[in-house]
């Protein structure tokens, strides 16, 4: 099973932070983009209990704004 996820990418620095507002508490950061959206789905496994067979695909919307401390 699929669960599509629109997930926001915001570079911070030397990190890029990931959120999405579909599931709330769900942010996380990585060293890149790649390491944040992997970080991501597990965050979004943990709060919504997801099956371990369920494949998560997040619909990536970058903000090259920086971010706001």
């Given amino acids: 099973m699929k669960e599509s996820i ?3 990418f915001v570079k911070d620095g030397k990190w890029w932070v990931a959120y999405t507002d579909d599931i709330p ?3 996380t950061q990585g060293k890149t983009i790649e390491e944040a959206e992997k970080n991501l789905i597990e ?3 943990e709060l919504e209990s ?3 067979d369920s494949e998560i ?3 990536k ?3 090259l704004r920086k971010a706001i401390a």
């Fill in 50 to 52: 997801f099956k371990d």
């Fill in 61 to 63: 919307v970058i903000n």
């Fill in 6 to 8: 629109k997930a926001t």
């Fill in 25 to 27: 508490g769900a942010m």
């Fill in 43 to 45: 965050v979004i496994k």
């Fill in 57 to 59: 695909v997040c619909e």
